[in-house]
């Protein structure tokens, strides 16, 4: 908790342009990046998975886990794959994927996965894909980032807003200027919190209001203090 260490492709990772991370059920750390495939590092040792391994493209945007210790990754162009630690299976537009660009991946209290994309959100449910749009009460069709909050609702970033999914109803939350919003947490209070292209906003049980200014912040996160 005191030093930093960063890893690049001469520690082993498939290549420095990453676009997701994620920890999986046995604490390794999956890497995927812009052209290089994705990349499992469990402390020691690395390994890296490409289109040759069964990935569905090496441009690996999303990452995700589900409740079975499968992973999920979102692609730049050809779906999303899973891979169970032995096979991989590919699901695209033609499954009824919404859009083959997957920006977001996340898993529901019902173990349901979640993928966001350029089309809106598709919901995967025992091999069957149902879809939310603009049309359903979504903020906007990109969705960049899903977040599960503790009480099993989703927040949907989108490029024009963030949208609380609580089960069966969609509920856009209005922003300034339809903000473009990049990543959505829940701190150790409860409360919701934006990254945006400027800044940071909070959730005052209300309304989202602006917090301090952040530029870039497409990336948030909660420490274990809060």
Do not use: K
Request: include cysteine; glycine fraction near 14%; charged fraction near 25%.
């Amino acid at each position: 908790g005191r030093e930093w260490r960063t890893l690049t492709t001469r520690d082993g990772l498939a290549g420095d342009h990453v676009w997701a991370a994620i920890e999986d059920a046995a604490g390794a750390l999956w890497f995927g990046t812009h052209g290089s495939g994705a990349s499992r590092y469990d402390g020691r040792e690395w390994r890296t998975f490409t289109a040759r391994d069964g990935l569905a493209l090496d441009r690996v945007r999303s990452l995700g886990l589900d409740r079975d210790g499968g992973l999920w990754f979102g692609t730049y162009g050809s779906g999303v794959s899973r891979y169970d630690g032995r096979t991989w299976r590919t699901f695209t537009t033609p499954d009824g994927l919404a859009n083959n660009q997957v920006t977001a991946l996340a898993e529901d209290a019902a173990g349901n996965m979640w993928a966001g994309t350029w089309s809106g959100v598709s919901r995967h449910d025992r091999g069957q894909f149902a879809t939310y749009t603009r049309a359903d009460g979504l903020a906007d069709d990109m969705v960049r980032w899903i977040h599960a909050d503790p009480s099993g609702a989703l927040w949907f970033g989108t490029f024009r807003g963030v949208t609380r999914y609580d089960g069966a109803t969609l509920v856009p939350f209005a922003l300034p200027a339809a903000v473009s919003v990049w990543s959505v947490v829940t701190d150790h209070a409860g409360r919701r919190w934006i990254g945006t292209e400027s800044r940071a906003w909070c959730h005052d049980g209300r309304q989202f209001v602006p917090e301090f200014e952040l530029p870039q912040a497409r990336r948030l996160l909660v420490d274990r203090i809060g």
